[in-house]
């Protein structure tokens, strides 16, 4: 009492509930504090190998990428060699794609947009829209983790084949990522 001035502070998802009565989540992980069996992060053309870090203790080990001079994209892919894809059409009537992501140093390009893709059948289909596009709408802000949400219905109606997933990636639009350092966390399709 009487000791908070200056104090900014967050809550979220507080709620009295019995456990029992709350059915686990549905869906597919991609990455949570590691890739999913038969996924790896990945860089497609720069030449980078991304790899895993440890960031605060609400996200424990997350996916970190490094974008040099070349331009490339980046994210997580299936083994495709082997038939690797997730089938998310169960999930299509209240389905989401989610992840967090922190930009841990921007684009030396300050007008890049950073944009979200997702692939299908080896590349047969896909979607690509910018971050701004997501659920929340927002922007990446330098140094803070932010949840970017698109809904699986609009993506299959931009007519992604949603039962052979094999590619979602983070980036900065074609040749404008460069000195960007980013993190992906908790990547997955999931019900809302």
């Known amino acids: 009492w009487d000791a908070g001035e200056g104090a900014v502070y967050r809550l979220d998802n507080i709620m009295i509930y019995d456990p029992a009565s709350v ?14 069996s038969g996924w790896s992060i990945w860089d497609c ?26 331009p490339t994209v980046m994210g997580i892919i299936a083994d495709r060699a082997n ?35 997702i692939e299908s059948d080896n590349g047969d289909t896909a979607v690509e829209l910018p971050l701004t596009a997501s659920q ?3 922007s990446p802000v330098v140094g803070e983790w932010q949840t970017y949400t698109f809904s699986l219905q609009e993506l299959f109606d931009a007519n992604l084949d949603i039962s052979a997933i094999d590619v979602l990636m983070v980036f900065p639009a074609w040749g404008t990522g460069d000195g960007a350092v980013y993190r992906l966390d908790n990547i997955k399709i999931t019900t809302q």
């Open 136 to 138: 929340e709408g927002a």
């Open 23 to 36: 059915p686990a989540p549905v869906g597919i992980t991609f990455f949570d504090d590691e890739a999913k």
């Open 83 to 117: 038939g690797v894809s997730e089938d998310a059409s169960s999930l299509l009537s209240n389905g989401i794609v989610q992840f967090e992501m922190k930009v841990v140093n921007a684009p030396n390009d300050a007008s890049a947009t950073w944009m979200f893709k």
């Open 45 to 70: 053309c720069g030449g980078s190998t991304p790899t895993v870090e440890t960031d605060d203790t609400a996200h424990g080990n997350v996916a970190e990428f490094v974008i040099g001079s070349s």
